[in-house]
T-cell receptor, first 112, second 114 residues
Framework: SQKIEQNSEALNIQEGKTATLTCNYTNYSPAYLQWYRQDPGRGPVFLLLIRENEKEKRKERLKVTFDTTLKQSLFHITASQPADSATYLCALDITGGFKTIFGAGTRLFVKA | IAGITQAPTSQILAAGRRMTLRCTQD?????MYWYRQDLGLGLRLIHYSNTAGTTGKGEVPDGYSVSRANTDDFPLTLASAVPSQTSVYFC?????????????FGPGTRLTVL
């Protein structure tokens, strides 16, 4: 079955540093991968989408890479701020966009 | 404000009782979804609907039913609640073109079954 792995341990970094979160998957070849942000007590919010034929996608301080050979996506936040503290989820499509599977997420803490 | 609303915000329910979680979107999205989120397990798809009048089963559909009578509403019903259905439930919608599109989530319903 499809499986998505995100680091279950929280990531603690200092303000101003680059945060790097990892998403690994097995047993599937998704056409695209998405990253969402979730704050406590709230629903996930979409951040970035990257397609299988794209190696890298950027949006302001965010950068996502997608290596279909390694079956891995990396999510980077540069010049991190305490306001970036949240849980970040990766998600894969499995049937043309009507079914998406989510990883359990990685909690990020950015210390001032 | 455009988006997705869910009701109730939270609910404590006795086991065996019937419960309907409500979800309404005003973005005219074709596709809608119900997820449950449990600690350490992430979001798991319960049911989905790619357009009004059609529904499909997700990863964990047992004990739940849905209907999609119109574009805007997608209620989730627990016919006879059990404690293992204690969770946070999120409704989401997307444009539903079948190609890459993003999901918009509601604020969630926290359900406790005793």
């Amino acid at each position: 079955s499809q499986k998505i792995e995100q680091n279950s341990e929280a990531l603690n970094i200092q303000e101003g540093k680059t945060a790097t979160l990892t998403c690994n998957y097995t047993n599937y070849s998704p056409a695209y991968l998405q990253w969402y942000r979730q704050d406590p007590g709230r629903g996930p919010v979409f951040l970035l989408l990257i397609r299988e034929n794209e190696k890298e996608k950027r949006k302001e301080r965010l950068k996502v890479t997608f290596d279909t050979t390694l079956k891995q996506s990396l999510f980077h936040i540069t010049a991190s701020q305490p306001a970036d503290s949240a849980t970040y989820l990766c998600a894969l499509d499995i049937t043309g966009g009507f079914k998406t599977i989510f990883g359990a997420g990685t909690r990020l803490f950015v210390k001032a | 404000i455009a988006g997705i609303t869910q009701a109730p915000t939270s609910q404590i329910l006795a086991a065996g009782r019937r419960m309907t979680l409500r979800c309404t979107q005003d973005m005219r999205h074709n596709a809608m979804y119900w997820y449950r989120q449990d600690l350490g397990l992430g979001l798991r798809l319960i049911h989905y609907s790619n357009t009004a009048g059609t529904t499909g089963k997700g990863e964990v559909p047992d004990g739940y039913s849905v209907s999609r009578a119109n574009t805007d509403d997608f209620p989730l019903t627990l016919a006879s609640a059990v404690p293992s259905q204690t969770s946070v439930y999120f409704c989401a919608s997307s444009g539903g073109q079948g190609a890459a599109d993003t999901q918009y989530f509601g604020p969630g319903t926290r359900l406790t079954v005793l």
